[in-house]
Structure formats: C-alpha cells, structure tokens
C-alpha cells in the first residue's frame, strides 16, 4: 500500500517511496487498484515504470489520483478480483457456522394475529420471547381523527375498521396533487414530558411500499410541527402490511413539554393512502421480557412467516416480541465491506486459497506454497471449530 509522491493523472502517477520504484519495468504487470476517491475499486494492470517512478496504466482509471489516495499493488499472479472471490467463498465455506445471532425486534403481536412475517435475511430461530412491562406512555391514540395541521390536498378520517390497537386509527388519503409537507398533525391537550424517553413505538401502514426516508414523525412544543424539536424517520413500508416501528429519538432532553405530533412527507410519493395508530414513548432498556415455550411457536416454512398457537397469542396478548434470529452473513461487495464473521477465520481460509492457485502457477514454489497452504488451512479449521450455533435453532426451509 502506498500513496503517490505527486498527483497523477488518468493513465498512470508517480510514486518514488516504494522500494524499487525506479527500476525500469520493475513492477510491470502487477496489480493496481486505488483505494479512495473516484476511481476507488477499479482494478488495472501495471503496463509500464519509467526510471522517475511513473507507473503507467494499462487502461485509464476514472480520475487521476492526489496525494492523499491510497492504493495498492499486488503481484501480478494475486489479482484483487481472485482474492475477492476467495473472502467469499470462506464465508460461504463456513456454513451454518456464519450466520449470525441477531435479535429482531420488528414484530408486534396482537391477540387477533397468528402469523408474522420474518425479513428476508432470517435463516432460522432459536427463541421467541414478549416484552411483559417497560416504562412507557401513551403519546396519541389516534382512536379520533387528529385536530392539528392539513397539509392540501389530504383528508384524514378516524378508522373504526383498521386498526392495530383501541378503537380506531387515523387514516390519511393523500392526493396524487399534495407534495411534501406536514400531512397531518394532532395537538396534545396537556404537554408531555418525553425527555426521559428513548423512542417513539407507533404502528403504520399504507397502501404503497415506502423508503426509510419518505416520511417523517415531528414533535413540538407549539402546535406549528415546521418548528419541531425532534424529528423521526419512519422506517420502509411493504405495501399494504401493518408494521411496528421504533424511531430512535435524537433530542429527547428538549422534549419536555411536547404539545404536537404528526407525519410529515419527507418526499413527493404521489398518490397514497397511510395509517397512524398507537403512538407511544418508551425508554430502551426498561422492558422486562418472558419467555414464549417452544411448543408454542412454530415457522410457516412456505410462507416464511412465524406462527404463535392458541396458548401463545392468550399468553402475549398485545406486546413487543424479541426474536432471536440467526441470519445469513452478508458476502463484501466493495473494498472494505464488513464481514460479520471471525476475521482471522477469513484470513486463514482466503490465504490458504490464494497460495493454492498461485501453487499452481509455478512450479519452483509450488511445494512451500502447498505447504503453506495446509498449515492455513489448519488454523483456519480451529477457528471455525469456535464459531457456534446456539442450540434449538429452527431452520428456514434453503437456509
């Protein structure tokens, strides 16, 4: 790794503090690749070093480095794109053993409910359990229609028919005509302290599918939600499914008497309808959680949903699951992607892959490089043997 002495341009830069970097043709057909700026990722091969130490490219790479942008040069029978694909075939190599615990806490369950959809990155699960008490309180019902700011062209209605929690919602129509802006907003009759909260907890649900940056939750000391104290992104939306959120909330200490909530488009997303139900504060931390029996829960392996029995759905009632989840690694797709896995695991297993192909290649090294290659691949082994799988795990059917 290295930085260029003087900036360089689109077909090659000049680097004099590598040793041997003034020797004509020394370093041709190795391996180029930045490691920031515009050009970061692009792979090239050294066609050409000049005596000054210029190092000229095969192809041109997008933008000429400065001397402040990291790069790397690897020998030319070790290209980045083979050592890449070796980081993710010891990931892949490591099985069950690299998936990792997570603990989902997405999933709302309500008496009425018996199936919860699991995210797409949930390969099994190990433990369910219920939030059975937790310092909270209530914000806004949302049982009657909110009495604050209308953003044109929207209506809002209370839904006696959907709803999550009480006796209604509140139900925004937005029109393809209104743009971004405060939908809609509820005045609070009597100030709420929230600066001991953490979060806000509310159920939402529209009839499109959503990013994590189209809508917005502003709270306020005044009734004008354009002047907030504290505002809340509501996490993506599937399309037509009720989903649970907690928002984080950033300024909790200037949120000591709060007398207006709301929605807020973040961005014009046309024409759609919302719901609001349930919005409450709670203090990360405070909850007690119970068990859920095993026997009591199961997985929908075709619908990929998990599915509380009779006995479970009486027993949580109307609470915040906390499923415990193991969930497939995520493979680096870029320079520098993290690997949620036992680094050295990965190091020893892409090593012992990388001498291998290179043993291939020449023959005067290719029995200390096969050598290597077994003494890596037995470290690697002894590090897998310490990645464990928590015991019970229920596996998703092409976990």
Not at 215 to 227: D, G, K, M, Q, W
């Amino acid at each position: 790794m290295s930085t260029p002495t003087t900036s360089g341009q689109t077909s090659g830069h000049t680097d004099l503090s590598i040793i041997g970097s003034t020797v004509v043709d020394g370093f041709r057909g190795y391996w180029f690749q930045p490691l920031s700026g515009a050009s970061s990722g692009e792979i090239r091969n050294i066609s050409a070093l000049s005596s000054g130490g210029y190092f000229s490219y095969l192809r041109n790479i997008t933008s000429g480095l400065s001397t402040s942008a990291t790069y790397e040069l690897w020998d030319e029978d070790m290209p980045p794109a083979r050592i890449d694909d070796f980081i993710t075939r010891a990931v892949l190599d490591a099985g069950i053993r690299a998936y990792t615990p997570v603990t989902d806490l997405s999933v709302h369950a309500t008496p009425q409910i018996a199936s919860y959809a699991l995210s797409t990155a949930v390969a099994g699960i190990y433990r369910v359990e219920y939030r059975d008490s937790y310092t909270g309180k209530s914000v806004q019902t949302c049982d009657t229609v909110w009495d604050d700011q209308l953003l044109a062209n929207v209506t809002r209605v209370a839904d006696g028919e959907q709803y999550r929690e009480g006796s209604g919602s509140n139900h925004l129509t937005v029109a393809a005509a209104a743009s971004s802006g405060i939908l809609s907003g509820a005045s609070i009759a009597t100030a709420l302290n929230l600066s001991r909260y953490t979060h806000l907890e509310a159920w939402f649900r529209a009839n499109v599918g959503t990013s994590g940056s189209d809508l917005v939750v502003p709270i306020a000391t005044i009734t004008v939600l354009t002047s907030p104290t504290d505002s809340m992104a509501v996490p993506a939306l599937s399309s037509g499914v009720w989903t649970y959120v907690r928002m984080a909330m950033a300024s909790a200490a200037a949120s000591s008497a709060i007398a207006a909530i709301g929605v807020r488009a973040a961005n014009d997303i046309g024409a759609y309808e919302l719901w609001v139900d349930g919005i409450q504060a709670t203090v990360q931390g405070s909850e007690s959680w119970k068990l859920v029996h095993p026997d009591c829960w199961r997985l929908d392996q075709d619908r990929r949903e998990l599915v509380l029995n009779e006995t479970a759905r009486s027993q949580v009632g109307y609470a915040l699951l906390k499923v415990s989840t193991m969930q497939r690694p995520a493979l680096p797709t870029v320079n520098g992607s993290t690997i949620v896995l036992d680094a050295e695991y990965v190091t020893y297993r892409a090593t012992a892959m990388a001498l291998r192909a290179r043993g291939d290649r020449r023959a005067e090294t290719r029995k200390s490089d096969y050598q290597q290659a077994d003494l890596y691949d037995g470290l690697a082994d002894r590090r897998r043997t310490r990645m464990h799988v928590p015991d019970g795990v229920r596996w998703l059917a092409n976990a």
